[in-house]
Structures are given as structure tokens and as C-alpha cells.
């Protein structure tokens, strides 16, 4: 489904602050994967996302997705596979435009845009069921500018955009990082369902390891650059976050200092 | 004071006199201030192509029209013209990475030349007695009655009704989500497979086209093409959007919708040129009209901002704070008094 193989990323090559972000990341993901990543600050797992859906240009190595190299694919191009969350609930979503036109917009992703209306009388009906599904109320607010939502309620309607076209990919870049717990175990557990009604292949970078190894079949450990530890199946399931940390510690040498990381460390989430 | 209150009743009896002509003006200008709403407001991209993108469409249908062209060809040229350097600051901020204020004032000012090129001299007259003119000046004079400078605005009213009905509609239509998102949020918009360098040209392109047919129609109402028509365009142009929205916002609040934006751009490029009519029936010289469009634009920039924070100003903080200290005192002081009585 998507392929990885010997990724590499340098940001301000040549200059005082060159950074080694992708290290030769290699990966390779099933149809119906869904993995976490986990590691320290500046581990490359935002990174690898980016990458993926092409923010930048990579330096080397390819990323197939359904046997397809799409190194060469812009940004705009490779969403046509891709559907993503970001940390930042206003990241995902116009403001200043309606929730029934960011789901119309969703809704094309991918599709050659022209002079045909932004949004049909038939697709509003749409929305409106798929809305009530959410079980937020926004199904009776269509017609309101998404810049009145919480943080929470925009990025579950994110969510639901990135999945409105099946995406091959889905991309959740610590999303629910900004939310407070109760808002983001809810979104959490609306992208499980989400994730596993449409039978999606996922990736989802979180800082709480608690949630790594509750959610996904498989989970990554990145440190430098570098996967540094991969685990899926039953393996994953016996999985603790003693464990994590200490693979950790094995792994890259060093300890896994990161105050979000430590006082997420009993978040049963 | 006899002077000022003769002054006044000047004002108030030349006033309607040069209503028709403040009106159709501020009309056709209305034309530019929706173009400008387009990059400004929806685009977010302060564009200042439009000071030579209006001269270059007045050139072109001033000269067009002096060489037999039909006004109505001379105007769609224009449009074209105004499309054309929209899409070159277009290219320079997004293929060559010149920052978007940049772009506008490399092509403004490279459209200078174009001008002078175009008009082959600096400016270029046409007579409403020998050529027929879509709009002019010479037909809003009130004493030619009301059925002739009432048609002369009417039509000005149509031609800015049937453009904000075409842009209600364009934006309405797939592609016009795209630039709506472009303008609100360029990452999500990338994220949703939307090639926002295109929309942000393609948004350039219509701005300036019509700005480019505002210049047409400018051209024709005062019978002329000056290369420096366009100096200061901007700023009118500003001055309406913001004008019309402060306004529209206060009358119709949540309700604002998109052809009422619309239509408050052309009512605030009324207004605008209503206020300078009467300012200068008051006897401001024709020398301060681009000092006085600076002013306005900068008090109507200005008062959002500190009417925001005079609700959120560290002064305020400073002064409830002493207040509530010195309730505490009295309280206080109130109580122990209360105290002592009950001892």
C-alpha cells in the first residue's frame, strides 16, 4: 500500500543549522495497517508524515503508494491519495467558509475542479446525515462558518473530510496534541471507528504512549531520523510503556527525556 | 461665522447639483473596488497592480475607441488588458517567488511604460459628440434632466448588478471554492489536492480584469486616457472595501452575506466620493485629493483596531485594577466601621 524505502531529509543543508531530519527511513505498510509513531522531539515523525504527503521535495529514496513512486507528485497532487489531520485544529479547515462547503471541498479532493456548482442540494442532504454521525450537533449548523467551532469539534469535522473520499492514506500528525483529554480521547476514538468502518490504511504520530499502543495494529519507534524499533500483531498487544521506555533506552543509547511524553506516561487513554 | 454658515449653505445647495456625477463616478469606481475585494478581502493578497492595471484598461479603450473599435469591444479589450497584468504579478509572486506586494508594484510600475507605449504620449482625449460612449460625463449634468443622467446611472447600476451576479455565481462554482480556500487557509487547501499558485493567479487574473474594464469605463466618462489616472487607485480602491464593509457590517451584522459585500464595495466608493465632493465644496483644493484618500483609508483602517483596544488596553487594566483596590479599601474601611458600631 505504501512504501518507503531509504527516505532521507536534510533541512538547511550546508548552513549552521543543517538538520538530518529522515535518516534513511525505510518502511512498508499493508492494506489496513494502522501504525503509531512514537519518539522524542525532533525524531523525524512529523517528518516522515510530511513526506509522505509531500509538503517538500525528499532529498532521496522513493515512497510508493499502491506501487506508485510519487516523489515527483507536488503537495496538491498527492492528496488525490492522501487524507490528513494536522496537530493544529486550524490547520485543517477554512474559517471563514461554511461547514457544508470545507465538506464539499473535502469531497473533491483529488477531482478536477471546474464551473459546476461548489456545492449540490444532493450532497447537503449528504452531509447533513453523515454530520449527525458525530454526535455534536453540527448537522443543524451547516450553514455556519467553521471559525465558530471549538478545537475539537474542528477537528473531528477534519477528520471527517480527510475520510469523506476514501484516501489510500490517512495522516494524523498529532491530532489531538491541542485538545484537552476528554476532547481528545473523543476524537481518538472517532478516528478508530472512522479508520476501521472504511477499513483504512493509517499512520497516526502521537506523543502519548499509552495511546500508541492502545490504537493500530502495528507501532514505530523513531529516534534521529531512524526507525529504531517496529512492532506489530500480538507483540504490540503485550506491549507496555515500561516496556517502550526501556526499548528506548536500548535502542538509541540515551533516555527518552520529554516532559509531554512523561506525564502522559499513566494517561490510560 | 457668517462666512462658515454662507460656506454651509453653499455646501448644502450645490450638493445635489453634483449628486448625479459623485454617483456615476462613484459607480464605476465601484467596478474597481470589487475587483480589489477579490485580492484584498478574499484572496488576501494586497495587490497594487490595480494603480497600473486601471490605467492600462483606460489606454486600451480609449485608443480602440478613437480608432473606430465599438465601445462594447473596447471595454471586453480593456478587461482582457487588466486580465493580462494580473496574471504577470500573478507569475512573478508565485512562479519566481517575488513576495505578493512586491509583484504588484513591479508590474505597476512596468505598466507605467506599457501606458505611455499604449496611449503613444501621455494622454489621449475622445469626444462624446463624435464617437458613441458607453458612460460620460457630460450627459450627468443636472440641468440636462433626470431621464438623461437617470439613465446614465442606471446604467452604471447594471453593469456593476451583472457583475456582482457573475461573481455571486463564480464563486459559488467549484473552482471558486478553490480561491475562497486558497485565500482562508493555503495548507488545508494544498491538503485538499487544490494547486493554490493557480488559484492565486487565476484570482489575480479577474481582480485586475476588472480593474482593467473600471479603467474602460473611467476613460469613457471623463472622455479620457491619462497615463497618470491610475496614481493613487489603490487607495480608493481600499477605501471602498473598507468603507463598505465597516458599514454593511453594522447594518446587517451576521446577516453580511456575499452580494451585500459586493454591493458595499460600490456603495462605499459612493460614499467616498460623496465625502470628497462635499469636502471640496467646502473649498479644499483639487491639490489635497490624494492626501485626503491616504486620511481616510488610514482613519477607516484605524478605528477597528482601536476600537478593540480600548476594550483591551493595558491602561484599562491598570485603571480597573486601582478601582477594585480602592472598593476593597472602602469595604473594608465600611466594615470595620460596621464592627465597631456593633461592638
Known amino acids: ?269 | 461665522m457668517g462666512n462658515i454658515i454662507d460656506r454651509i449653505i453653499y455646501v448644502v445647495t450645490s450638493l445635489p447639483n453634483t449628486l448625479p456625477g459623485t454617483v456615476s463616478q462613484g459607480l464605476i469606481w465601484g467596478v474597481l473596488a470589487i475587483g480589489v475585494y477579490i485580492t484584498y478581502k478574499i484572496l488576501d493578497f494586497a495587490d497594487l497592480t490595480v494603480d497600473g492595471s486601471i490605467g492600462t484598461g483606460g489606454a486600451v479603450a480609449i485608443i480602440l475607441i478613437a480608432n473606430g473599435v465599438p465601445m462594447w469591444v473596447a471595454l471586453i479589450c480593456a478587461f482582457a488588458a487588466g486580465c493580462l497584468a494580473g496574471l504577470i504579478t500573478g507569475l512573478l509572486n508565485t512562479l519566481l517567488g517575488i513576495p505578493g506586494i512586491l509583484a504588484g508594484i513591479l508590474t505597476q510600475i512596468g505598466l507605467y511604460s506599457v501606458n505611455l507605449v499604449i496611449l503613444d504620449g501621455a494622454n489621449k482625449s475622445i469626444s462624446v459628440d463624435k464617437f458613441s460612449l458607453l458612460l460620460s460625463s457630460r450627459r450627468v449634468a443636472v440641468s440636462g434632466g433626470f431621464s438623461v443622467f437617470g439613465w446614465e446611472i442606471g446604467k452604471a447600476i447594471i453593469i456593476v448588478a451583472v457583475i456582482i451576479a457573475a461573481l455571486y455565481w463564480f464563486f459559488g462554482t467549484e473552482y471558486g471554492f478553490t480561491i475562497r480556500s486558497t485565500g482562508c487557509n493555503a495548507n488545508m487547501a494544498r491538503a485538499q489536492g487544490i494547486n493554490t499558485k493557480k488559484s492565486t493567479v487565476i484570482a489575480l487574473v479577474l481582480s485586475n480584469g476588472l480593474v482593467g474594464l473600471a479603467g474602460g469605463l473611467l476613460a469613457q466618462y471623463q472622455g479620457f486616457a491619462d497615463v497618470n489616472m491610475g496614481r493613487g487607485a489603490i487607495v480608493i480602491g481600499l477605501a471602498s472595501v473598507i468603507i463598505g464593509d465597516v458599514l454593511g457590517t453594522a447594518i446587517f451584522r451576521k446577516r453580511f452575506n456575499f452580494v451585500a459585500r459586493l454591493s458595499f464595495c460600490a456603495c462605499g466608493a459612493i460614499i467616498y466620493y460623496l465625502v470628497l465632493s462635499i469636502v471640496m465644496l467646502f473649498g479644499l483644493p483639487a491639490t489635497f485629493n490624494k492626501l485626503f484618500s491616504a486620511v481616510i483609508v488610514a482613519i477607516f483602517l484605524a478605528v477597528p483596531y482601536l476600537k478593540k483596544s480600548s476594550k483591551n488596553s493595558y491602561r484599562r487594566a491598570a485603571r480597573n485594577s486601582l478601582k477594585a483596590k480602592l472598593l476593597n479599601m472602602e469595604t473594608e474601611e465600611k466594615g470595620a466601621a460596621d464592627n465597631a458600631d456593633a461592638d
Open chain 1, 1 to 269: 500500500m505504501l512504501t518507503l524505502t531509504d527516505v532521507r531529509k536534510t533541512f538547511n543543508a550546508g548552513t549552521i543549522n543543517e538538520r538530518k531530519a529522515l535518516n534513511g527511513v525505510s518502511l512498508s505498510l499493508e492494506e489496513g495497517d494502522f501504525v503509531t509513531i512514537i519518539g522524542g522531539n525532533g525524531a523525524g515523525k512529523s517528518t516522515t508524515l510530511n513526506a509522505v504527503a509531500g509538503v517538500w521535495p525528499i532529498d532521496s529514496g522513493s515512497i510508493e503508494i499502491n506501487g506508485k513512486n510519487v516523489v515527483g507528485l507536488p503537495e496538491h497532487k498527492r492528496a488525490a491519495f492522501i487524507g490528513r489531520v494536522f496537530q493544529d485544529p486550524m490547520t485543517g479547515t477554512a474559517a471563514t467558509m461554511e461547514i457544508q462547503e470545507n465538506l464539499a471541498l473535502a469531497k473533491r479532493r483529488g477531482q478536477m475542479r471546474g464551473l459546476g456548482w461548489g456545492i449540490t442540494k444532493k450532497e447537503r442532504e449528504e452531509y447533513h446525515e453523515l454530520l449527525k454521525t458525530l454526535d455534536l450537533g453540527l448537522e443543524d449548523r451547516m450553514t455556519s462558518k467553521v471559525g465558530l467551532l471549538s478545537g475539537g469539534q474542528r477537528q473531528a469535522l477534519t477528520l471527517l473530510m480527510a475520510t469523506l473520499k476514501k484516501p489510500d492514506i490517512l495522516l494524523l500528525d498529532e491530532h489531538t496534541a491541542a485538545l484537552d483529554p476528554k476532547t481528545a480521547a473523543k476524537v481518538l476514538e472517532l478516528s478508530d471507528k472512522i479508520i476501521e468502518e472504511n477499513h483504512l490504511t493509517a499512520m497516526m504520530v502521537t506523543h502519548n504512549m499509552a495511546a500508541a499502543i492502545k490504537h493500530g495494529n502495528r507501532l514505530i519507534m523513531m529516534s534521529n531520523g531512524r526507525i529504531i524499533y517496529d512492532v506489530k500483531g500480538e507483540e504490540k498487544k503485550h506491549l507496555t510503556v515500561d516496556m517502550l521506555l526501556q526499548k528506548f533506552e536500548e535502542a538509541s543509547g540515551s533516555k527518552l527525556v520529554n516532559d509531554r511524553m512523561l506525564f502522559s506516561k499513566d494517561d490510560t487513554e
